[in-house]
């Protein structure tokens, strides 16, 4: 384990361990780096430039995959019944296909984020920020969902439906609506592309402190309580039983350390080691858990297999029709469902998701970067971040998921749960996604995963992530009445305003559509109205920058606990991966690491 993660390794307790050779010390990696005393709570099992063994690696990548999972089935499910999938066997293949689909496009953007973008460990899905300007897309009226013409309709084997004046099949009604969602995601994702491609969001970045980046983190996780509590509602015995799993692992045996049987090639013979198996898999556990709590009480008929009655949605059947559906092996391209139709309309409307999208992505690379124990991103890590956000949402749009993409908070809280922060386990996971998107067989497999274990879930990750948010008014002053004012309107204002509009969206009718869906987007966000709020005053009230925690944020830049700061390290987390002073020319991109320009910004 290197040094700067701050963990003293320990020999290995072995009953007969002498005389390994090298590749077995490497083999046994995870037990030399938790074995030793860890002088804090918080520290790391693996950091971000560590790299963990393969088998490691795959079953940390499998708990970022079902961690996300929810995401990455909820949203396909929800925009599947309004782009008017029909409930025939037709439809759920093409449920299925938009699933593998989401699963490969999360893969991708995963891979360029961690590889070429801001190189955190985060993973990259579907944003529900999307869906409030596709549902007024497809509540044009050229996209109402039309009646299906009368069984057997001209000897028809299909569904047939009277749509727009043409009797189609099943297929081309829904296509032909998400092909309208295509155009208008694809051409919106160049605004974040040039965000990130001409140093936009580095530039605004200079003028964000702690006092911004506390609501804006905070109300990312605060604003998500609805949607925990609506998968909790389905059976809250299973959620709290997933949510005292997660604890048990993670808290209270994260120093117990499991022995387990090994066999040595070299020496011909077995031995017992111990690992830490609690503290590096408690999301995994959990979810098995739950699961297969949730797999007893539906093959005993506990949950009810009746619709209508409460706790059916626990049961782990009732997804089971995609697992039939879907096929074997399925390679996803863009264009797959036709040419992507332009509309103005749409157009604006997703603009101003990409906005709140961006925003929300910048709060999450600080938590990430926070739980992953390095310093805050950089500007050209920013834009590059950005500008990679970008090319995912425009690939999104090019492949048709019905969403863009954006950085998963629920996988940065797994950080903090599992203190795994290595960026070779979210390149693991993006590599999976892929494969399960391709093989979509397997991969459909895990959309059986119950909501209320989902929600559980929700439940810990979304608090630890309000939790990071606050974290960072240790750098403020906490004594001084204007920052106190900040704080406590910008999070208030954020909530009510974004809660206030969610119930009463009809309320806002300014005679032009366009504009009324951009008001209902950017004031439903939490999030993006009180991270404004807390921008606004934190650089328009009068403040020292000591007061308003300046200094001291701007100083921890590579660990807290350290008082001299190594230009080197500051920029090697954040360095891309091949060299960037082959040219002379790469200075004037914002993405690119420029060393001298950092060194001066950092003794500024």
């Not at 995963?110 to 920020?129: C, D, E, H, Y």
């Not at 309580?225 to 959620?239: K, L």
């Not at 690939?395 to 048709?400: D, F």
């Not at 999030?527 to 328009?540: I, P, S």
Request: charged share 15%; net charge negative.
């Amino acid at each position: 384990m290197p040094e700067e993660q701050g963990l003293e390794s320990a020999p290995l307790n072995v009953e007969s361990g002498e005389g390994d050779n090298q590749q077995e010390e490497v083999l046994n990696q995870e037990s030399e780096t938790i074995n030793g005393d860890l002088q804090s709570s918080s520290s790391l099992i693996y950091g971000l430039n560590d790299k963990p063994p393969w088998y490691l690696c795959v079953a940390f990548g499998l708990q970022h995959y079902l961690v996300a999972i929810g995401s990455l089935v909820g949203i396909p499910l929800m925009v599947s019944y309004k782009l008017c999938i029909p409930d025939d066997v037709a439809g759920n293949v093409g449920r299925a296909n938009l699933i593998s689909t989401t699963f490969v496009v999360s893969g991708v953007c995963t891979l360029l984020q961690t590889t070429i973008g801001n190189r955190l460990p985060i993973m990259q899905g579907n944003s529900i920020a999307f869906y409030p300007p596709l549902l007024a897309i497809l509540a044009l009226p050229h996209n109402h969902c039309p009646p299906a013409l009368p069984t057997g309709y001209m000897n028809s084997s299909v569904t047939l439906y009277n749509d727009s004046g043409l009797i189609v099949d099943g297929q081309e009604v829904w296509q032909r609506r998400i092909r309208e969602v295509q155009g208008a995601i694809t051409v919106s994702a160049c605004l974040e592309v040039l965000l990130g491609a001409t140093g936009a969001v580095g530039f605004l970045m200079r003028f964000v402190g702690p006092l911004t980046i506390v609501p804006t983190v905070t109300l990312i996780g605060l604003d998500l309580f609805t949607t925990a509590a609506h998968f909790e509602q389905v059976q809250w015995g299973i959620a709290f039983f997933t949510v005292a799993v997660l604890a048990l692992c993670s808290q209270y045996l994260k120093y117990v350390d499991v022995p387990f049987p090994k066999f040595s090639f070299r020496r011909r013979e077995c031995y017992v080691d111990r690992s830490g198996f609690f503290r590096m898999f408690p999301v995994l556990i959990a979810l098995l858990s739950a699961w297969l709590l949730c797999y007893i009480f539906t093959v005993t008929n506990v949950f009810p297999n009746d619709p209508t009655k409460p706790y059916y949605k626990a049961r782990t059947d009732i997804r089971a029709n995609v697992i039939y559906n879907s096929p074997w092996f399925r390679f996803p391209y863009p264009g797959q469902w036709g040419l992507p139709v332009v509309t103005v309309g749409g157009v604006i409307g997703m603009l101003v998701a990409v906005i709140c999208s961006t925003i929300e992505s910048i709060g999450d690379y600080h938590a990430c970067a926070r739980l992953a124990n390095v310093p805050p991103p950089p500007s050209h890590a920013l834009n590059r971040g950005i500008l990679m956000e970008g090319i995912g949402v425009m690939l999104a749009g090019l492949m048709g998921t019905g969403s863009g993409t954006t950085s998963f908070t629920q996988n940065i809280a797994a950080i903090g749960i599992t203190r795994v922060g290595s960026r070779v386990v979210l390149q693991t996971a993006g590599i999976l996604f892929m494969l399960l998107g391709y093989f979509s067989k397997f991969g459909s497999i895990f959309v059986t995963l119950p909501d209320p274990v989902m929600g559980g879930m929700f439940f810990a990750m979304f608090g630890m992530i309000s939790a990071v948010g606050l974290s960072n008014l240790k750098y403020v002053d906490l004594d001084s009445n204007r920052n106190i004012f900040v704080i406590g309107v910008s999070l208030f204002t954020g909530l009510s305003v974004a809660n206030w509009t969610k119930a009463n969206s009809s309320a806002i009718k300014t005679g032009v559509t366009e504009v009324d869906q951009i008001f209902k987007i950017v004031l439903s966000s939490a999030m993006l109205v009180g991270g404004l709020v807390g921008f606004f005053f934190d650089n328009t009230l009068p403040g020292t920058e000591t007061e308003r925690g300046l200094k001291a944020f701007n100083k921890h830049q590579v660990n807290e606990n350290e008082e001299n700061i190594s230009l080197s390290r500051i920029d090697k987390s954040y360095n891309l991966p091949f060299s960037t002073t082959c040219c002379r020319f790469t200075r004037y991109f914002p993405f690119i690491p420029d060393y001298q320009e950092q060194a001066e910004r950092s003794f500024e």
